[in-house]
């Protein structure tokens, strides 16, 4: 995809000029509700941001009744044998061997759970694997241990890096003594001047991805060395990103704001320092965004051929 000099080197640059002038603004700025992204100490899910989430959400809240419903099935029946067939009770246990109206109950009821179970699911996995027509086709590259983006129908690209990793860090950085992948009081300065906070420490990038609200977003996912999964919870998406394979997942965000995921394929020793960073901006704020990209992504005499050579593949 892009070296470091050219995507997130010069994202990083442009993005301190304009944070030093005050100019950093709309989906240049890290900026906006942060609503993907993980709670120390909590559990569940976070807040749906697409309908293919809520539907994955209602699915599983549906599957947790019916494995409670069974489980307690199972422990009621269990504690009523304890107690009616036990050994100070039941002195003569029963010799049969067979009884058929509980086997084939056995066998038709489970049946018929799955059937229902499936009849809930399968529209679920259908809308997630039937790719619709987009309005963004973005491709994703998957590599140790770093994210590259390209928006193919506007023919920018650029690397999205861990913010704290040697790709972003500058001299400066390093004279304030911020060290690379650790949070210390330097590094807290660093995430603040990208408009982060410290929770975000290890999901927050130095470039993201910035599509707008309400569009149809289709993503092509492949990876440039190992088997690496791109992922937004908020989102409900998943996809393995893998060598030699382009797969598709897609979503429309139906709210503003920054959501955050993680690379889910353990893909070699770093990782844990491949975050994802997504901002979801109204239309306007998009446009400005892609005006300024293409500037800033065109910048580069190798661009051009970089981006055929990266649709190529």
Not at 54 to 76: E, K, N, T
Request: glycine share 8%; with cysteine; hydrophobic share 45%.
């Amino acid at each position: 995809m892009r070296t470091k000099s050219f995507g997130s080197a010069a994202a990083a640059a442009l993005f301190a000029t304009l944070t030093t002038t005050g100019m950093a603004t709309g989906a240049w700025a890290q900026d906006g509700e942060l609503l993907g992204a993980p709670v120390s100490g909590k559990t569940g899910f976070q807040p749906a941001a697409t309908e293919l989430a809520r539907d994955l959400q209602s699915l599983d809240h549906m599957l947790l009744v019916v494995i409670a419903l069974i489980v307690g099935f199972v422990c009621a029946l269990i504690l009523w044998v304890i107690v009616r067939y036990n050994r100070k009770v039941n002195k003569t246990p029963a010799s049969f061997t067979h009884h058929t109206p509980i086997e084939v109950a056995w066998t038709i009821v489970p049946i018929l759970i799955l059937v229902v179970i499936g009849a809930f699911s399968l529209p679920v996995l259908f809308k997630q694997q039937e790719i619709p027509e987009g309005d963004i086709y973005i491709k994703v590259t998957g590599y140790q241990w770093y994210w590259g983006y390209e928006y193919v129908d506007e023919d920018i690209a650029f690397d999205s890096y861990l913010l704290g990793h040697p790709a972003n860090m500058t001299d400066e950085d390093y004279d304030a003594g911020a060290r690379n992948y650790v949070l210390n009081d330097a590094m807290r300065d660093k995430l603040v001047r990208a408009g982060y906070s410290e929770d975000q420490f290890l999901l927050a990038t130095d470039t993201k991805v910035v599509v707008p609200v309400g569009k149809t977003i289709v993503m092509g996912v492949t990876g440039a060395d190992v088997i690496h999964s791109w992922t937004i919870p908020a989102f409900g998406v998943k996809q393995d990103a893998v060598p030699g394979r382009v797969a598709e997942l897609w979503f429309k965000a139906e709210k503003t704001g920054t959501f955050f995921g993680q690379c889910s394929e353990l893909c070699g020793k770093d990782h844990a320092y491949m975050p994802i960073t997504v901002q979801v901006v109204e239309q306007d704020e998009y446009d400005a965004w892609l005006a300024q990209a293409k500037e800033l992504y065109a910048a580069n005499d190798t661009a051009p051929s970089a981006i055929k050579l990266a649709s190529a593949n």
